[in-house]
């Protein structure tokens, strides 16, 4: 994971997750609609509600911005209506890409998406292509500089998450998607912010990028996540961190 890793913790570093606040909330807001639209408002009825309200307050978003999404979700405050659609591709150098989006217009996002993709060496693929290489888990990254090794271990394992892996500078916490509350409460309550935490697409092998395809796939998943439409990339790509920086630089 040591790649994903690396992106998602040097753009924190860098402020970007601070300055993207408010794309995480606008992406947060619409899977908070969806869901409650989908399922019902109560998240103890409604599983995938539950998971993203969790994730929600993992990002520390004000109950009330909960709440108001979910009333537009089940009509009780108007809103937009959003669809759902999961856009599969390969990037540069044969990283596959899972791209989910919610959408008011389906033909203008795949449109869009295809033109991101293709500016950047990369393509959309059919339906099912790169899926089956994912799995589907909750996602905590923790920079080690903030957390002993032995404590979070403890802590996250009792909390019910499924792996602590190392990947130099962070931990990486592995979660069922049902354990992701129980597990970033845990490591909060050790007095640790995390510097990812996400429900996310986890890939079961790497592809190791250098040079320029490495370059292509910074700036093209830098456009990606820019999206309006787009709620999250997911990739098994690896690359340096020295290599993500000089990209972002």
Known sequence: MSGH??????????????AKRGKIFTRLIKELSVAARAGGGDPDMNPRLRTVVAEAKANNMPRENIERAIRRGTGQEPGVSYEEAQYEGYGPGGAALIIDVLTDNKNRT?????HLLEKHGGNLAAPNAVAWMFSKKGYIVVEKAKADEERLMTAVLDAGADDLQDDEDNWEVFTAPEKFAAVHEAIKQLGIEPATAKISMIPQNYVKLEGKPAQQMVKLMSDLEDHDD????????????????????
């Open 110 to 114: 795949a449109g869009e998406i295809r």
């Open 5 to 18: 890793s690396k992106w998602h913790s040097i753009k924190h570093k860098k402020g970007a997750a601070d």
């Open 230 to 249: 787009v709620q999250n990339v997911s990739s098994n790509f690896d690359i340096s961190e020295k290599e993500i920086e000089a990209s972002l630089a």
